[in-house]
């Protein structure tokens, strides 16, 4: 078995596509396949199985992956020890607005006792532009909401979403009922649309925003309720026994690529996901 192969696997896992997983790693999709189908070849199992139109592992796939990640930490703990001054690392971190009250402060604590002279940049951008910038090696770690149906990353945190409002409970009398959320890449954005619309309740959307200070600055002057995770509610007010539809409960994990495998080790990723 090949080092790159078992990288390009691990890719698949924390993206949950070929696709993905070949713009981490700079290949293209066929050699990715190509690599997974040596994979299976090496060990005489199959690693994948279809589940609808997704590509998800087998349970041989999974025994795979726990033995992969043992091996690309040690490999690339054995070339940062001949490579790399530990105490200099530069790391580009993304983190969606509404995590960076709630989860940041906790993860970056973290990153600096693992490494006290950390060069750390941080961007506040929306899940999906993170997961993108990853791809394209703009990013070396990414903080965001776990795709549904998914195995991405490392489990930071789980919360629950919720309505919230300022506290005045006359705003849920109003027809159309007024609502800010998310932009439409937000859990709780479709949750909250599609949930309204099932149960016949007319609502009208006052915005969408990529910003929780934004948001809570509407909700606060009584313009709107909103839909978002308790993590983020701040003193805003959560609306408990009303008619509104459930929210998703979420996990919100730490993901990276493959580059970054080089640079940190799957047990440094590991404390950082329990540092929360």
């Known amino acids: 078995m090949e080092i790159d192969a078992l990288k390009s ?14 713009k981490q790693v700079n290949r293209t999709q066929s050699a990715v396949s190509m690599q997974m189908k040596k994979l299976e070849q090496d060990i005489g199992k199959v690693l994948f199985e279809k589940n609808g139109r997704n590509l998800i592992l087998s349970k041989d796939g999974h025994q795979l992956v726990g033995y992969a990640k043992q091996l690309i930490a040690h490999y690339d703990s054995t070339l940062n020890a001949v490579k790399t001054d530990r105490n200099k690392l530069r790391i580009r971190l993304g983190c969606p607005d509404d995590y960076a009250d709630a989860i940041l402060p906790s993860v970056v604590k973290k990153m600096h006792q693992l490494w006290p002279s950390l060069d750390l940049q941080i961007r506040c951008l929306p899940s999906n532009i993170i997961r993108q910038q990853l791809d394209n090696g703009e990013l070396d770690l990414g903080i965001v909401t776990r795709s549904f149906d998914s195995e991405e990353g490392i489990i930071i945190a789980k919360d629950s979403g919720v309505w919230v409002s300022n506290g005045d409970c006359k705003i849920l009398e109003q027809m159309p009922l007024p609502l800010v959320t998310f932009q439409q890449d937000c859990r709780f954005h479709h949750a909250a649309i599609e949930g309204l619309h099932k149960q016949g309740t007319q609502f009208k959307l006052i915005a969408m925003s990529g910003s929780v200070a934004a948001m809570q600055g509407l909700i606060k002057q009584g313009m709107a309720i909103g839909a978002m995770a308790r993590l983020s509610i701040g003193e805003l007010t959560e609306l408990k026994n009303t008619h509104l539809p459930a929210l998703p409960d979420i996990s919100i994990v730490i993901i990276s690529n493959v580059h970054t495998n080089s640079k940190i080790s799957q047990t440094e990723l590991l404390q950082l996901g329990n540092s929360v």
Do not use: C, K, P
């Not at 696997?9 to 070949?22: E, Q």
């Open 9 to 22: 696997l691990l890719a698949f896992v924390d993206t949950g596509s070929i696709t993905r997983a070949a």
